[in-house]
């Protein structure tokens, strides 16, 4: 099981361009969730995708946007870049069960330089 | 509104001493609690978590938690501090009712003196 992976491991931008970051999700895992975590903090939740569809979003402006493909990875989209988007970008993966807890597996991260 | 904090950003300690790292939660019911590590460049891995019943739950790698309704805390413990043991501890929420969205406190950064 190669668990959550993340593509690529490292991308360097300037203001104004557009992203894209990938995860594959752990083998079994149907739902996946974006991160975004800034030098120094915690990580912050941009979005949760289940069955293609964007669930539940936290406090990020439209500039950041997703998908989710029938093999249930993900990608992330982020248009005009701010150097304020710097940061390491982690994606988590679980399995929706219930309304219940469903345990997050963290990929290693995709680390974003907006220069 | 669902909040984390973690009071102590640095904590250093000797290796082979024991070790508490704060975490204080705001939340409007019982909420599923975790601790996260991460080491440099690596993603987060978790040692342990509560839902509920027994306030004192065990993790990984030796580390325990005790859950405090009454002080909204979670602190993290480990008896003997290991030199691997030195990375970024993150403390967690899950509120219910759908979705599982992770709310994270800032950190706190361990390093083990030999």
């Known amino acids: 099981d190669a668990g959550v992976t993340q593509s690529p491991t490292h991308l360097i931008k300037t203001r104004g361009q557009q992203v894209t970051l990938r995860c594959s999700p752990k083998?079994?895992?149907?739902?996946v969730s974006w991160y975004q975590q800034a030098l120094g903090q915690g990580p912050q939740f941009i979005f949760q995708?289940?069955?293609?569809?964007?669930?539940q979003r936290g406090n990020f402006p439209d500039r950041f946007s997703g998908h989710q493909f029938p093999n249930y990875s993900s990608e992330l989209n982020v248009n005009a870049l701010l150097l304020g988007d710097s940061a390491l970008y982690l994606c988590?993966?679980?399995?929706?069960?219930?309304?219940?807890?469903?345990?997050?597996?963290f990929g290693p991260g995709t680390r974003l330089t907006v220069l | 509104a669902q909040s984390v904090t973690q009071p102590d950003i640095h904590i250093t300690v000797s290796e082979g001493a024991s070790l508490e790292l704060r975490c204080n939660y705001s939340?409007?019911?019982?909420?599923?609690l975790f601790w996260y590590v991460q080491s440099p460049g690596q993603g987060l891995q978790l040692l342990l978590k509560?839902?509920?019943?027994?306030?004192l739950v065990q993790g990984i790698k030796g580390f325990e938690a005790e859950f405090k309704r009454s002080q909204s805390s979670f602190n993290l413990r480990k008896p003997s501090v290991h030199w691997s043991d030195a990375a970024e501890y993150f403390c967690?929420?899950?509120?219910?009712?759908?979705?599982?969205?992770?709310?994270f406190g800032t950190g706190t950064q361990l390093k083990v003196e030999l």
């Open positions: 995708y289940y069955e293609e569809e964007e669930r």
């Open positions: 083998s079994g895992h149907d739902t």
């Open positions: 967690a929420l899950q509120g219910g009712g759908g979705g599982n969205k992770l709310t």
């Open positions: 988590a993966s679980s399995y929706r069960r219930s309304q219940a807890y469903n345990e997050q597996f």
């Open positions: 509560y839902f509920s019943g027994d306030t």
């Open positions: 939340y409007g019911a019982t909420p599923y």
